[in-house]
């Protein structure tokens, strides 16, 4: 994709962080660019979500440097610029609100203290038509499926117009339709110049619009680079190349990278 590159968005050096007393994070190195679209891979407990929330501040370094916007994190003030959809929860979190309401919350950062105007409005009806939900706008997020809270959640980080997007998982439990239907609000928002950093499993539907693959294997880069071809399972650098109907197929070929 001929996107024109810029300045970096997003510096990570030598990431270090635990967990308990478990060491998670052991020197992760990870640079996005503004108009990149990075796809982070990787094994269950490889330290992808870990990364991403260390990135927002959820989780603190026990070593490295992380930098948004060429400003290091503990002094980065400017969350307006950045948008964060965490691994799948409930939008609903037993608060009785409207799915208008949860998306709205993703204006706060740009509203603070003011009354919300036309701007912010509009940000969140965009955000809602994006995701295919405005015709849902005014019933409660308990009445939503774990796909339609899905798609809530991507217009509640979308609706703050962020220049950086960070999702972690956001195909997770939702059904093909839905994946192509967020798919194309990705696509949509990169148009935009959106630089967009996303912890996914599969490429699936996302897999035109990933310009690089960062593969973490036990806490370290394992793959910088292009992200892998073909759709699905198959595609994921790792994948273990067994099939039941082969004749001789006791050793799986591995490909090393996930596993
Ligand atoms: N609160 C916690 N306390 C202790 N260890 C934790 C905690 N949360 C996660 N871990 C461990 O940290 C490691 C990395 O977890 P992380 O969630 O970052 O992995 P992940 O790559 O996002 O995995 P997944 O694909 O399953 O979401 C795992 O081994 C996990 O068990």
């Avoid at 503990?74 to 037993?94: D, E, K, L, N």
């Avoid at 696509?187 to 690089?212: F, K, M, S, W, Y």
């Avoid at 992200?227 to 994948?239: N, Y």
Wanted: glycine share 10%.
């Amino acid at each position: 994709m001929a996107r024109e590159r810029g300045e970096p968005v997003v510096v990570v050096r030598q990431a270090r962080a635990s967990l308990g007393s478990r060491p998670v994070l052991r020197g992760v190195d990870l640079t996005v660019r503004r108009g990149e679209v990075v796809a982070l891979l990787g094994a269950n407990g490889s330290g992808k979500s870990t990364m991403v929330r260390a990135l927002v501040g959820q989780v603190p370094l026990t070593g490295g440097e992380l930098e948004l916007f060429g400003t290091p994190r503990r002094r980065f003030r400017q969350w307006a610029r950045v948008g964060y959809m965490p691994q799948r929860t409930t939008a609903a979190s037993g608060v009785p609100a409207t799915v208008r309401e949860v998306v709205s919350a993703g204006r706060l950062a740009r509203t603070k203290l003011r009354w919300p105007g036309r701007g912010d409005r509009a940000a969140v009806d965009r955000a809602l038509e994006l995701v295919g939900m405005a015709d849902r706008a005014r019933d409660s997020v308990n009445a939503l499926s774990g796909g339609q809270h899905q798609r809530v959640l991507i217009a509640r980080a979308l609706a703050g117009e962020p220049e950086l997007l960070i999702m972690d998982e956001p195909m997770a439990g939702v059904d093909l339709a839905s994946q192509q239907v967020l798919a194309d609000a990705l696509r949509q928002q990169v148009a935009r110049g959106t630089t967009v950093l996303l912890v996914l499993h599969e490429l699936g539907p996302l897999e035109p619009l990933i310009d690089r693959a960062v593969v973490l294997r036990d806490g370290c880069v394992a793959h910088d680079g292009p992200p892998p071809k073909a759709v699905g399972q198959h595609a994921l650098p790792g994948h273990d190349h067994i099939h039941p109907h082969a004749a001789d197929a006791a050793e799986p070929i591995r490909t090393g990278l996930l596993i």
